[in-house]
């Protein structure tokens, strides 16, 4: 059975910095490149950064790149989303997802590209909630 389960999110100031975390289970974590996302009441969601299988790759948004990081450890199926200098404009829901692979020449591609479509990403989690205050 697929699970994803995002943790790690809370109220927090201005300025201030939270560490989220995806714990993946049920299919095979190092095959998949992995993304985050986030929405905001209202908003559609949005990719926020996505990592390649390797770890070797990573895109980031334009309005967190410089504050957030993404990482993952394969061996623990973890990803992880540190985030500093957070602002109002961050807070929202936030989720993480596996890339959909695509399939070529005998081989299944699971990518993180520098565009972050949730249409392009499966095995959502339930979500973390993650609110800035002014």
């Known amino acids: 059975q697929v699970q994803v389960v995002e943790s790690g999110g809370g109220l927090v100031q201005a300025g201030g910095s939270l560490r989220l975390s995806c714990t993946a289970s049920g299919f095979s974590f190092d095959d998949f490149a992995m993304g985050w996302f986030r929405q905001s009441p209202g908003k559609e969601r949005e990719g926020v950064s996505c990592?390649?299988?390797?770890?070797?790759?990573?895109y980031y948004a334009v309005s967190v790149k410089g504050r957030f990081t993404i990482s993952r450890n394969n061996a623990n199926n973890t990803m992880f989303l540190q985030m500093n200098s957070l602002k109002p404009e961050d807070t929202g829901t936030y989720y993480c997802?596996?890339?959909?692979?695509?399939?070529?020449?005998?081989?299944?591609?699971?990518?993180?590209?520098?565009?972050?479509?949730?249409?392009?990403?499966?095995?959502w989690g339930q979500g973390t909630q993650v609110t800035v205050s002014s």
């Open positions: 990592i390649s299988i390797s770890g070797g790759t990573t």
């Open positions: 997802a596996a890339a959909i692979p695509f399939y070529s020449g005998g081989v299944d591609y699971s990518l993180c590209t520098k565009s972050i479509y949730p249409n392009q990403y499966q095995n």
